[in-house]
């Protein structure tokens, strides 16, 4: 199986995409739990007020610092039939 990182599944979709820029500035993760602070506190104090975006929180911070890897055991391509192939491929 192919592992790629956060990064370069972006750097495909800019390429599929045909984009020229590349605007994305990176930050670590823990300047963007502090930017994110302040709305995740209003988010929790105050559930009823409607919040923009969910990707911008410091949950979201943690889930994409975290790996993805499937599980040993798990059902692959084969067991759903699908013939796999690289996500680079045909690019």
Do not use: C, H, Q
């Not at 599944?9 to 930017?35: N, Q, S």
């Not at 104090?45 to 990707?55: A, D, I, K």
């Amino acid at each position: 199986p192919e592992v790629m990182t956060y990064r370069e599944v972006y750097d495909v979709i800019i390429k599929t995409l045909r984009l020229k820029t590349d605007d994305t500035v990176p930050i670590p993760g823990w300047l963007a739990k502090m930017v994110f602070a302040p709305k995740d506190w209003a988010r929790r104090s105050l559930p009823t007020l409607p919040m923009s975006n969910w990707m911008f929180s410091a949950d979201y911070v943690d889930e994409i610092s975290a790996g993805k890897v499937v599980p040993f055991g798990a059902l692959g391509f084969k067991d759903l039939g699908i013939t796999a192939t690289k996500v680079t491929e045909g690019l």
